[in-house]
């Protein structure tokens, strides 16, 4: 089966430090997904995007998340400085939308963030 | 604005004994609507989703799932439950994807617990 890859699978880091959490998502997928789940707020949108191109990034706190698609193959989320309030577990998710249907998301493993 | 209410936060339910999880949904227009299971420590793995046509549908694992538009409820069941299937279950709805915002929006997930 084809799965969305992520990497770290889990990261522990100190307050200020820069993370940069990565996924890998299926080949042909044109839409890429980053949520934030904790126990307080569930599963959060941060930003998506449609054939790299960032559609919604309105559940990002700007001044410190950055979210990228170099290439169709990769995309990266960014924290700068972290917070220990960023503990939490990321999920990027890959879909195929065409044509006005939506075949369902995919999602991978997950980042544990911690930040001490 | 879309939103997702599962009302339930813990079920437990014995071995061999019927399954059924609420989902109530608000949306503007014709939804989108999934179920994803998320077992400890795994990402969400989609059961079934729900576009159009036949309004009961069929997912892996034995569950279904049935869109009752007057109730706006898309609640999940699964006639014989098996203790494997303890786990967390989210309820999502999404926009048609038309080349604009299709987020999911999750619901707040409810735990389910199998005893023998």
């Known amino acids: 089966d084809a799965r969305v890859t992520q990497t770290p699978r889990h990261k522990v880091t100190e307050m200020g430090q820069e993370v940069t959490m990565r996924c890998q998502p299926i080949?042909?997928?044109?839409?890429v997904f980053w949520y934030r789940q904790t126990m307080m707020q569930g599963l959060e949108l941060l930003a998506y995007f449609r054939n790299r191109a960032p559609l919604d990034d309105s559940g990002m706190p700007k001044d410190r998340f950055s979210a990228e698609m170099p290439d169709a193959t990769l995309a990266t989320l960014k924290i700068q400085p972290s917070e220990p309030r960023d503990s939490a577990v990321y999920f990027c998710?890959?879909?195929?939308?065409?044509?006005?249907?939506?075949?369902?998301?995919?999602f991978g493993s997950g980042t544990r963030l911690t930040v001490v | 604005a879309q939103s997702v209410t599962q009302p339930d936060i813990h079920i437990t339910v014995s071995e061999g004994a019927s399954l059924e999880l609420r989902c109530n949904y608000s949306?503007?227009?014709?939804?989108?609507l999934f179920w994803y299971v998320q077992s400890p420590g795994q990402g969400l793995q989609l059961l079934l989703k729900y576009f159009s046509g036949d309004t009961l549908v069929q997912g892996i694992k034995g569950f279904e799932a049935e869109f009752k538009r007057s109730q706006s409820s898309f609640n999940l069941r699964k006639p014989s439950v098996h203790w494997s299937d303890a786990a967390e279950y989210f309820c999502?709805?999404?926009?048609?994807?038309?080349?604009?915002?299709?987020?999911?929006?999750f619901g707040t997930g409810t735990r389910l617990t199998i005893i023998p």
């Open positions: 998710a890959s879909g195929l939308a065409t044509g006005g249907a939506n075949y369902g998301y995919t």
């Open positions: 999502a709805v999404g926009a048609i994807p038309n080349f604009g915002n299709e987020k999911l929006t």
């Open positions: 949306y503007g227009a014709t939804p989108y």
């Open positions: 080949l042909g997928h044109n839409t």
